[in-house]
């Protein structure tokens, strides 16, 4: 287990990589109720800039969160998910984009005896290697 004196300030992860496809847009539109037309209207979405249809953004954070929760959230002593910063969506994600997260330790901030907050800056990737999304992530994380 990976507590939070184990984390150290420039440790980097990356994880695995995940395809985005036609059922998570649809899956997440009915789940959110969000309907937009650039992210399931195919004629819309081809008169748009993109030229095709998008993945929400917040579908493309959520992707991001269940990319690094299985092979390291459950390995450290995490606590539960204290929030997100600077939130910022830099480029589209397209139906069939392969995504990554690299996650850089950038602060720790000692909440007492029993906790701190881990920060990290999540950068979200295609696979051409370009941010789709970065931020700064926040988990609550036990101490020995």
């Known amino acids: 287990m990976k507590y939070f004196e184990d984390f150290q300030i420039g440790e980097k992860i990356i994880t695995r990589g995940r395809t985005v496809t ?3 847009i649809v ?3 009915s789940l959110t109720g969000d309907w937009y ?3 399931v209207d195919v004629e819309f979405a081809k008169k748009s800039q993109f030229g095709e249809r998008i993945a929400h953004g917040m579908l493309v954070l959520s992707l991001a969160s269940g990319l690094f929760s299985p092979e390291y959230i459950l390995k450290w ?3 539960a998910f204290y929030g997100m910063d600077k939130v910022r969506f830099t480029a589209p994600t397209k139906i069939g984009d392969t995504l990554h997260v690299e996650l850089e330790v950038i ?3 000692d909440k007492g005896e029993k906790s701190g907050v881990v920060s990290f800056r ?3 990737k295609n696979q051409r290697g ?6 700064t992530t926040k988990l609550f994380i036990a101490k020995r």
């Open 27 to 29: 899956n997440f539109a």
């Open 107 to 109: 602060d720790k901030e």
């Open 22 to 24: 036609e059922a998570d």
């Open 122 to 124: 999540e950068e979200v």
């Open 37 to 39: 037309p650039l992210h």
């Open 77 to 79: 002593a995490f606590i």
């Open 130 to 135: 370009e941010d789709v999304a970065v931020c």
